[in-house]
């Protein structure tokens, strides 16, 4: 059974950096695109970033500059760089895989950003 398992989060304060990764596991399939949603208390979940096999990466606007996707093939794994990270960056973080073209999802990290 697949499984995504995120690492990282926690209390930051205005204008910190945090990072979180993701593994994925449980599969021997061909893994696509990978990439981080994001879910604020009361909001939809909305997309953060994702990033190809090939490393082509895409963000949301609101992130644009201050926020980077990375991983590493060989590792099955994603990673999200935050910097300059601002109360409104505070959410759950999921991290979201297509494997064998199935979705797959962590099991969310919180992360908050507060003085």
């Known amino acids: 059974q697949v499984q995504l398992v995120e690492s990282g989060g926690g209390l930051v304060q205005p204008g910190g950096s945090l990072s979180l990764s993701c593994t994925a596991s449980?599969?021997?399939?061909?893994?696509?695109?990978m990439g981080w949603y994001r879910q604020a208390l009361g909001k939809e979940r909305e997309l953060v970033g994702t990033i190809t096999r090939f490393r082509n990466t895409n963000y949301a606007n609101s992130v644009k500059g201050r926020f980077t996707i990375s991983r590493d093939n060989a590792k099955n794994t994603v990673y999200l760089q935050m910097n300059s990270l601002k109360p409104e960056d505070t959410a759950v973080y999921y991290c979201?895989?297509?494997?064998?073209?199935?979705?797959?999802w962590g099991q969310g990290t919180q992360v908050t950003v507060s003085s």
């Open positions: 449980g599969s021997s399939g061909i893994i696509g695109i």
């Open positions: 979201y895989a297509v494997i064998s073209t199935n979705d797959s």
